[in-house]
């Protein structure tokens, strides 16, 4: 069974600075996509960012891209120039059904 | 385009009572997924349709059941509710193309059982 890990609760970064989301996740797949989420206050949890695992490129989405190393299994978010909008918890996903890490609380600070 | 959409956006139940939740996927969209967001316990995957059948379910008791209707739309049955129930429902849908298959979710319905 597929698991994901988001190994930090909680991140703090400072307006217009960047911040880096752990996850690392374990399958024996080899084909598979990955995702993040992110799910603010409202609870409509939106579309961030994916990606295909036979693309050695990573994605990217404006101020998101991922760090994507298959061999160690890791996709971590990195998010530039972070506004304060930005403000919700992050959620690593993995596969079709998917499955979720725990989350990532991440604060903006003015 | 509209987004997916959920109803209701709240609802609450004694124990004991069954509860439907509804979901109008994206147009276009096949497929939907349901979730289940309890406090602690994370993002679970309960059910998967696409074309009208029951594709997959996660490791939830026999009472969480649903359907998907020929509009794609679907309903999520929760019979003999338990307090622990209680949890944020989210349903996404889903269209492959590509290769790539991408969920997008609704709002969630809150679902609190006394």
């Known amino acids: 069974a597929q698991t994901v890990t988001q190994s930090q609760p909680e991140m703090s970064v400072q307006e217009a600075e960047t911040v880096t989301l752990s996850c690392t996740y374990d399958t024996s797949e080899s084909d598979y996509y990955l995702f993040w989420y992110k799910q603010p206050p409202s609870r409509q949890m939106i579309l961030v960012i994916r990606q295909e695992a036979y693309k050695q490129q990573n994605a990217t989405e404006n101020r998101f891209s991922v760090n994507f190393q298959k061999a160690a299994k890791s996709f971590s978010l990195k998010i530039s120039d972070s506004q304060l909008g930005d403000a919700a918890m992050y959620f690593c996903?993995?596969?079709?059904?998917?499955?979720f890490g725990a989350g990532t609380i991440l604060r903006v600070k003015s | 385009e509209a987004g997916v959409t959920q109803s209701p956006t709240h609802l609450i139940k004694t124990r004991g009572q069954q509860a439907t939740l509804r979901c109008s996927p994206i147009?276009?969209?096949?497929?939907v997924y349901w979730y289940q967001q309890a406090l602690g316990l994370g993002l679970q995957f309960l059910l998967w349709?696409?074309?009208?059948?029951?594709?997959n379910r996660g490791n939830f008791p026999p009472r969480f059941s649903g359907r998907q209707f020929p509009n794609y739309s679907s309903e999520l049955n929760v019979n003999a509710l338990e307090l622990e129930d209680s949890a944020l429902y989210l349903c996404?849908?889903?269209?492959?193309?590509?290769?790539?298959?991408?969920?997008?979710f609704g709002p969630g319905t809150r679902l609190l059982v006394l």
């Open positions: 349709y696409d074309e009208g059948e029951e594709r």
């Open positions: 996903a993995y596969g079709n059904k998917l499955v």
């Open positions: 147009s276009g969209h096949t497929s």
């Open positions: 996404a849908s889903s269209y492959r193309t590509g290769g790539v298959e991408t969920q997008y």
